[in-house]
């Protein structure tokens, strides 16, 4: 459950991709392959999601997404015409706060990672630890 809360969190902000590309459009010249990498990105993400529903892979291509997004903005930063547009200043400011919304719940997952794997180590000395089996969860 609440790796799905993540992957929504995470689609959320990868489907704003093709608002700012075609925001940006008007405004900055070799726009495609400004953007190729990052729309390529997110069909890998959506097969991922559909296909193989491979949890830390989709976080790998995240990663790469978040990445590509930094790139086109300061791409777009330096054209004064982009950062006057007010479609794209508010789409920026909603991936900003959706990766910052994004950090919060993925550092959440890793504390609740990492206590799960806790009680792993003392399943031994219980009881009910004899009798159900429990494996340990790998932090992404």
């Known amino acids: 459950m609440f790796e799905s809360n993540m992957i929504s969190l995470f689609q959320k902000r990868t489907d704003m991709i093709p608002w700012m590309y075609e925001i940006s459009k008007k405004f900055i010249t070799r726009h495609n392959e400004i953007f190729r990498e990052a729309l390529e990105l997110r069909k890998q993400e959506f097969s991922l999601l559909t296909i193989s529903k491979d949890l830390q892979a989709f976080i790998q291509v995240q990663e ?37 919304r994004i950090e919060k719940e993925f550092n959440k997952y890793k504390k609740i990672i990492e206590i799960y794997n806790s009680f792993i180590r003392y399943k031994n000395l219980s009881l009910i630890g004899l009798i159900i089996p429990y494996s340990k969860k790998t932090v992404l």
């Open 64 to 100: 790469k997404i978040h990445h590509e997004i930094n790139f086109i903005f300061q791409v777009c930063n330096k054209n004064p015409k982009v950062n006057r547009d007010a479609n794209f200043l508010y789409l920026r400011d909603c991936i900003i706060d959706q990766s910052s």
